[in-house]
T-cell receptor, first 118, second 111 residues
Framework: EAGVAQSPRYKIIEKRQSVAFWCNPISGHATLYWYQQILGQGPKLLIQFQNNGVVDDSQLPKDRFSAERLKGVDSTLKIQPAKLEDSAVYLC????????????????FGPGTRLTVL | EDKVVQSPLSLVVHEGDTVTLNCSYEVTNFRSLLWYKQEKKAPTFLFMLTSSGIEKKSGRLSSILDKKELFSILNITATQTGDSAVYLCAVSTGTASKLTFGTGTRLQVTL
């Protein structure tokens, strides 16, 4: 079974530029998550999708960050414009949906995109 | 606000030593506690714990949860250099299975 795919793996941009990250979850996983992991910290949830609907985006800085999962499969996270403090690893994860509609607790992570903002 | 605290923040041991990593939590609507290993890439799943007092074991790694005292430990026996990594503890809460992570424990195993 293929794992969670992410691209690009690395990105260097200047502040005020825009950047986009792509994620393809494990086949059949209905729930998709985007996390931000700043150096020395644990991952912090930015947004959670169930199929193509947003479940939780309470920690997403909506003035500059946006995310979509239009067809309920792959997803894109965008930052526009980027700030120095956005330098981090952006992790995508996915999990299965149970028969009752909730997600399993076990999330499987992709390799991440390391973003450096200069 | 949900909170997960791990200790120690970092640890250096010699190969063959046994280590214990700690995770305490204060959350609302607890579902489960998970341990992940993170090397220079994606966190990889180790264990999920939902019931108190039941040890989960995988090779040299084991973990147990205490839901009364709100903590979990991860034990690694006979450590090897390949165990060097950051170990992340996360707690799942609510119907949406939201994960809140601790800052991790960085383990370095030396020869």
């Amino acid at each position: 079974e293929a794992g969670v795919a992410q691209s690009p793996r690395y990105k260097i941009i200047e502040k005020r530029q825009s950047v986009a990250f792509w994620c393809n979850p494990i086949s059949g996983h209905a729930t998709l998550y985007w996390y931000q992991q700043i150096l020395g910290q644990g991952p912090k949830l930015l947004i959670q999708f169930q199929n193509n609907g947003v479940v939780d985006d309470s920690q997403l800085p909506k003035d500059r960050f946006s995310a979509e999962r239009l067809k309920g499969v792959d997803s894109t996270l965008k930052i526009q414009p980027a700030k120095l403090e956005d330098s981090a690893v952006y992790l995508c994860a996915s999990s299965r949906r149970l028969a009752g509609g909730t997600s399993t607790d076990t999330q499987y992570f992709g390799p991440g995109t390391r973003l450096t903002v200069l | 606000e949900d909170k997960v605290v791990q200790s120690p923040l970092s640890l250096v041991v010699h190969e063959g030593d046994t280590v214990t990593l700690n995770c305490s939590y204060e959350v609302t609507n607890f579902r489960s506690l998970l341990w992940y290993k993170q090397e220079k890439k994606a966190p990889t799943f180790l264990f999920m714990l939902t019931s108190s007092g039941i040890e989960k074991k995988s090779g040299r790694l084991s973990s147990i949860l205490d839901k009364k005292e709100l903590f979990s430990i991860l034990n690694i026996t006979a450590t090897q250099t390949g165990d060097s990594a950051v170990y992340l503890c996360a707690v799942s809460t609510g119907t949406a299975s939201k994960l809140t992570f601790g800052t991790g424990t960085r383990l370095q195993v030396t020869l």
